[in-house]
């Protein structure tokens, strides 16, 4: 442990002590080269602009701003032109002379504000076009919101499961399923802070509030060399930084929850913070209600973000933004409350103009305690939390146009304690139920390299190497072949009971065929230390991670895709198709009627085996003009093969929907109208049905078939929304937009769940009963902004 | 600590957020599987003529009570003696009728039919009976707040041994079983209190929304209690969550029932010790 560890802080000061800045480096050519580089920003709320491309006109090349809305590249003495552009702004044509290291920040204007259609140039290719990544999808907060909301509530994740590859667990849920993996295998960052269960109310909503977030981007297969840890996907959520220009406020009264923002500079230009929060009041309804049952309970949850950052000079900037979010619930027999809360504090500095780093610290957990009311004999209070402290960094050298290396280090430690209950007050009879809390640590050190190697060619490699060690003090199960355990050690602190290590190679390759069709391909490799025992398909709010150990292997997945990408209409409009093949290994399952809470001996109740996914995925997008959005279709299938489940034989992964389907659509009106529809069709979730049943203790027992071996039926509907935006009026700082919406607007009852019972009059008649959450729900929501 | 109420107390969070979810019935159509012989038996401290019953397993939606097995031998021995039981009616064979069982004694169960069921005839089970569990006393306690008609909740008063145990509790109204399926009865194992004094924790609930379960003053509420073997806990425990309602949120994936039966059946075979606790409601509610 303490080699591992002492190497990494090594590596830490190798990494700044090479990367001493030199002003102005002749290549091997023997020219000199100057770097230009700068920040791009909103240019009404001083937000920095993520992802904004750079082409430079004479090279046909450029580059993209970080997520720090930093750029550099570095040219040979010349003159040159330069366009500045990022979709929905418009861009901004540079030319300079370039003889020294030059700085230009430039503040890009949204088109919302300019009221007039701009010509969009078709002279450079299409970022999807040059970028060698493939597998990525960037959603602007912007196309979010237009998105028809359940309950008028906007929600990222539910944006998110829009896309090709990703399927939601089910109805209603926060849970995802990319390229048919399992919801814990999305590393989901909230500024760059882990968040581990991103649902409120059983899923139904995301922890997210949308006017907080800046931008989001699901990468679902090529995983950048910089993050690891998960199997299947990253979804890197960025919170907004605060306006810079003046103070402002957004906010929304919706149907179940109210949000209001408040953001601004605390020094024009330096410094600026930004609060948000979120609440539901279905409570305030409740005593209402007409059943005693729901009259009494008590529901509701909260976010709160906050975010603080400060440019100390051209070099070094500082962020602090932090999450907290609660879910409350309590009735006449259970209270439980659950939450995640994440900090992150960043240091942006500036080696050189070629040599950006970024220093991060932190930290997140997720709790929850469940318990009864007190006074009873069974009056109880459970609790468990899981957190993780990190510290990480990573520099971008942008050494030259046709190359820019990214390389870092992350170290996190893992505190798990997976249960502890006792019972509360007098009465109570229970004793104190402690299942051993856990330790871990893990290690990513990474390097890749974006290269251009040919004005058509560009490849991206790079290499992740990850470590896991368990750490005392802890309890060691050991187990026999038959999952048994035989006996427990209890080893000390701070000594290393058992280390995984794993390298990861990262490759992306993009031939661009002509301005607007390129062909890339990638392969990924991925490991996953820390797991989710998670049984059911939509999952509960409690969540109980685990650690891999001498007992439970690291996942493991290697993934290889192809894709054809290709623009038409000078980059309106956006198509793609890609392929992929995605193998793991040690996947994660439980035996037959696991119990997986409050259970010393968890690690008795997994089974792990093989899992296989592949499929297609086809897109086509169009960002801009009246009618915008996107339709996707995937064709894919996920199994998986463990020993003991199935008798062995290969079966349906929970989220194996063969066909998916998304349109979502936008269609201006008019300056102040806008209607947007989306709709969504999938093959039912595969299923165990019975396929006999035996009458025992007077109670119909159901024989089941293969696992997975049915499905419910396809599940499909259409969302509706309106929108009405106040007038604009040159002098008036409110706007305000009403938003109308319908759920399911044809009211499609789709199986949420099917069960089997017992007919009434006749106990022995059994027959098929589904269970459907959402007729039509409509809502609606006042937005405003001032 | 009874993860039921978790469970129950989630379930109306769901309803509480949910008051559209709704149910209708659905066709569907369903495979038949291969037929497998479904044991059934328990043999308990009373005196009596215990029941083995012996049955098949039928399509899902088959409308009749499950076809009895006849003409097959079935065998019990006690560690000391064996003995053959009679088929009374068709498919169940009981012992005397001044059968009782011993705690402490192991007892094999043998079954062979008179023509094979799935390629098997001849099936084996066996369980060890615990020793008895008698409570020092129970009291009921009405709650009106409970439900739509309220309920009485049996609280029972014992020091739990130090020792993992597990239980069954069974519900009797004016010695009238009311407990009649394996999915009302009520098992618990110590996990959370064991060697503790059990303080009034509820072991019967009667829902007084309905009719056989309304408890007038004067009646006597009984409860049997069982230490269960824990095959037998696990076996309950499973079949309650598989022939309950599943749902998404809190449901693993569906599973067969493992029974204590060899060959391939289904069911269970199992023993234990009763003991009856009594008091009599006094007070209207």
Same mark, same amino acid.
């Given at each position: 442990m303490k080699t591992i560890f002492l190497s990494f802080l090594l590596l830490l000061l190798n990494m700044s002590l090479l990367?001493?800045?030199?002003s102005a480096e002749p290549d091997d050519s023997g020219i000199k080269r100057f770097s230009i580089s700068g920040n791009i920003r909103d240019q009404k709320t001083g937000e920095e602009l993520i992802g904004a491309t750079i082409y430079i006109r004479e090279i046909k090349t450029g580059t993209t701003t970080n997520v720090y809305g930093f750029y550099s590249i570095s040219l040979p003495v010349g003159r040159y032109s330069l366009l500045y552009s990022y979709i929905g702004y418009t861009s901004v044509e540079k030319i300079i002379d370039l003889k020294e290291n030059t700085t230009i920040n430039l503040e890009l204007i949204s088109r919302e504000q300019q009221l007039k259609e701009v010509v969009i140039t078709g002279e450079k290719a299409g970022e999807n076009i040059r970028k060698?990544?493939?597998?990525v999808v960037k959603m602007d907060i912007k196309t979010i919101n237009r998105i028809p909301a359940l309950m008028g509530e906007v929600d990222i994740i539910k944006a998110i499961q829009m896309l090709p590859g990703v399927q939601s667990t089910?109805?209603?849920?926060s849970g995802f399923s990319v390229?048919?993996?399992?919801?814990?295998q999305n590393l989901i960052l909230l500024d760059e802070a882990i968040v581990y269960n991103a649902s409120h109310l059983l899923g139904f909503f995301?922890?997210?509030n949308n006017d907080a977030i800046k931008d989001v981007t699901l990468y679902?297969?090529?995983?950048?060399?910089?993050?690891?840890?998960?199997?299947s996907s990253l979804l890197d959520i960025r919170m907004k930084d605060g306006n810079q220009k003046k103070l402002s406020a957004t906010g929304g009264i919706g149907t179940i929850s109210s949000r209001l923002t408040i953001e601004g500079p605390l020094?024009?230009?330096?410094t600026a913070f930004l609060v948000a929060g979120r609440r539901t009041y279905v409570d305030i309804f409740l005593?209402?209600?007409?059943?005693k049952d729901i009259r009494d309970n008590i529901l509701y949850f909260y976010d709160l973000n906050a975010k603080i950052n400060h440019r100390i000079d051209d070099r070094n900037r500082i962020f602090l933004s932090g999450y907290f979010g609660r879910d409350v619930f309590s009735n006449d027999f259970a209270r439980m409350s659950l939450g995640n809360q994440t900090g992150t504090f960043r240091w942006n500095h500036l080696f050189s103009q070629r040599l950006f780093s970024n220093f991060t610290i932190i930290q997140s957990s997720y709790d929850y305690r469940l318990g009864t009311p007190e006074g009873n004999a069974n009056s109880f209070i459970w609790k468990s939390r899981l957190q993780n402290q990190s510290a990480k960094a990573d520099f971008t050298w942008y050494a030259t146009p046709g190359n820019t290396v990214r390389v870092g280090a992350i170290a996190t430690f893992h505190t798990f304690d997976p249960g502890n209950a006792k019972g509360t007050?007098?009465?109570?009879l229970f004793t104190e139920y402690k299942l051993p809390r856990n330790y871990a640590m893990e290690y990513g050190v990474y390097a890749s390299n974006e290269q251009q190697v040919t004005q058509k060619l560009m490849v991206k490699y790079g290499l992740r190497f990850s470590a896991f060690q368990n750490i005392g003090p802890g309890t060691i199960y050991n187990y026999n072949e038959n999952y048994e355990v035989i006996d427990s050690v209890v080893v000390s602190r701070s000594k290393v009971l058992n280390t995984y290590t794993s390298l990861e190679p990262r490759l992306g390759i993009n031939y661009v065929i002509s301005k607007s069709a390129s062909v890339k391909a990638s392969y990924s490799a991925t490991t996953q230390y820390i797991h989710l025992a998670q049984?059911?398909?939509?999952?509960?709010?409690?969540d109980l991670w685990f650690p891999s150990s001498q007992n439970v292997k690291p996942q493991k997945a290697n993934q290889f895709a192809i894709g054809y990408f290709r623009n038409f209409k000078d980059n309106l409009l956006e198509a793609s198709a890609e392929v992929y093949y995605k193998s793991m290994t040690d996947v994660i399952d439980f035996k037959d009627n696991a119990e997986l809470l409050?259970?010393?001996?968890?690690?008795?109740?997994l089974r792990t085996g093989k899992g296989t996914a592949y499929g297609l995925e086809l897109l086509v997008r169009k960002n801009d003009g009246k009618l915008n959005g996107w339709v996707s279709y995937t064709l894919s299938s996920t199994t998986r093969k463990v020993?003991?489940?199935?008798?062995g034989k290969s079966y349906r992964a929970?989220?194996?929907?063969p066909h998916n389907i998304s349109i979502v659509l936008n269609y201006?009106?008019?300056?102040r109208m806008l209607i947007s529809a989306n709709w969504v069709y999938a093959t039912g979730a595969p299923v165990t049905f019975p396929t006999g049943r035996a009458v025992v203790g007077n109670v119909i027992l159901p024989i089941y078939?293969?696992?997975?071996a049915y499905r419910l039926p396809d599940y499909h509907r259409l969302d509706l929304a309106f929108t009405l935006k106040s007038k604009i009026k040159e002098n008036r700082r409110w706007q305000g937009e009403w938003n109308f919406s319908v759920y399911n607007a044809y009211a499609r009852k789709n199986a949420w769940s099917i069960n089997f019972e017992q007919d009434v009059?006749?106990?022995?008649r059994t027959y098929a009963v589904k269970t459907y959450l959402f007729s039509i729900i409509p809502a609606i929501t006042y937005n405003f902004k001032f | 600590m009874n993860f039921k109420y978790i469970k129950y107390g989630m379930g109306l969070f769901l309803l509480t957020l949910f008051l559209a979810s709704c149910t209708e019935k659905i066709d569907i159509e369903l495979d038949e599987s291969y037929t497998r012989l479904v044991v059934e038996g328990a043999i308990t401290t009373d005196t009596m003529a215990h029941t083995i019953s012996l049955n098949t397993t039928t399509s899902y939606?088959?409308?009749?009570?499950a076809p009895g097995v006849t003409n097959a031998v079935v065998t019990l021995n006690d560690g000391e003696s064996t003995i053959t039981l009679s088929e009374?009616?068709?498919g169940r064979y009981q012992t005397p009728a001044d059968y009782f069982g011993i705690p402490g004694r192991t007892y094999k169960l043998g079954i062979r039919l008179n023509s094979p069921l799935n390629g098997e005839d001849t099936y084996t089970a066996e369980s060890t009976m615990n020793l008895p569990a008698p409570l020092d006393s129970i009291r009921a306690v009405y709650h009106?707040?409970?439900?739509?008609e309220g309920f009485y909740e049996i609280k029972c008063y014992v020091l739990d041994p130090l020792t993992t145990d597990y239980y069954q509790f069974k519900v009797l109204k004016n010695n009238t079983m009311?407990?009649?399926?394996l999915n009302k009865v009520l098992i618990t194992d110590d996990?959370?209190? +064991? =060697?503790?004094?059990? +303080? =009034?924790?509820?072991?019967g609930y009667l829902n007084q929304a309905f009719e056989a379960e309304k408890v007038a003053p004067g009646d006597q509420l009984t409860i049997q209690s069982s230490r269960i073997s824990e095959t037998f806990f696990r076996f309950v425990t499973e079949l309650q969550i598989q022939s309950g309602f599943q749902t998404p949120l809190f449901s693993g994936p569906p599973a067969n029932v493992q029974g204590?039966?060899?060959?391939?059946?289904i069911g269970y075979f199992t023993t234990y010790p009763v003991n009856y606790t009594s008091t009599t409601v006094t007070d209207a509610k």
């Open positions: 990367s001493i800045p030199v060698p990544e493939m597998s089910s109805e209603g849920s390229r048919g993996g399992a919801p814990d995301s922890v997210f679902k297969g090529d995983i950048p060399a910089s993050s690891g840890g998960r199997l020094e024009k230009d330096r005593p209402f209600a007409k059943n007050g007098s009465e109570s049984n059911s398909t939509a999952g509960t709010p409690l409050l259970n010393p001996e968890l690690e008795g109740e020993a003991e489940i199935n008798n929970p989220y194996d929907k201006e009106l008019s300056e078939s293969d696992r997975n009059d006749n106990p022995m | 939606y088959y409308e009749e009570p009374t009616s068709p009106e707040d409970w439900g739509t009311l407990t009649d399926s996990r959370f209190y +064991n =060697g503790n004094y059990t +303080n =009034g924790i509820g072991v204590n039966i060899s060959g391939g059946a």
